[in-house]
């Protein structure tokens, strides 16, 4: 799911294998590395990564950075 404003877009992406806060914690940090990123809120319950951005960010970046983390994307909700 994307949602675009004028000024923000926020996209919810599926991640698994987050299980506990400490793998909300290392995705958050490495999504919230990529350029454009506002605010990340990862929730290891439904596996949902909810991301605000200045622009669209490109599934490869966002992958990389979860693979990263040491979790694996599972695409856009």
Not at 35 to 48: I, L, N
Not at 67 to 74: L, N, S, T, W
């Amino acid at each position: 799911m994307t949602a675009e404003t004028d000024t923000q877009t926020t996209t919810v992406y599926r991640v698994t294998g987050m299980t506990c806060g400490h793998c909300e914690g290392a995705v958050t940090n490495e999504i919230s590395a990529l350029a454009g990123v506002s605010t990340v809120k990862a929730v290891a319950a439904t596996g949902e990564v909810t991301v605000v951005s200045t622009a669209p960010l490109a599934d490869e970046d966002v992958r990389a950075a979860v693979d990263e983390a040491g979790y694996e994307f599972a695409g856009r909700v």
